[in-house]
């Protein structure tokens, strides 16, 4: 069955993107490591269909969702991976389902997402707000 609970997201400003105005949908990529400045689409893409599972360093990726309608999970697929949310949970159950991969891990709310990104040395994920965590690093995302 079709997840389909996603609002319609007409606008996404990035972090390197032009100037927001107020009330525009906004996401930030967030990681807990300082090495990590920038990704670009396409990288984004295998990291949270769980491709792409190391960084350049070799330690592993630990990538935290939001739940699958949650508007911020949403607009951050729609928007950042140009995928609709139903094909990346595909993507997840199809890898799971054959032994070959797993899904990343769910989270319950955007608080307990940046204290999973904390906690977890090498994680990834988004927020609709900059953590303003010292210990958060917000991603450029390149086209």
Known sequence: MLRLA?????????????????????????????????????????????QLREWEDGSRVHVFVLPDGDATHCQFVREVLHLFPHQLRRSWDRATDSGMGRAPRVVASEA????????????????????????????????
């Open 6 to 50: 996603c609002p319609l997201i007409l606008l996404l400003s990035l972090a390197t993107g032009p100037v927001r105005a107020e009330g525009e949908p906004y996401v930030f990529v967030v990681v807990s490591r300082a090495s990590v400045e920038s990704l670009d689409q396409q990288a984004l893409r295998a990291i949270f269909s769980m």
């Open 112 to 143: 307990e997402m940046t204290r999973r990104l904390i906690d977890n040395p090498g994680a990834i994920g988004y927020l609709s707000e900059d953590p303003r965590d010292e210990r958060l690093y917000t991603v450029a995302v390149r086209q």
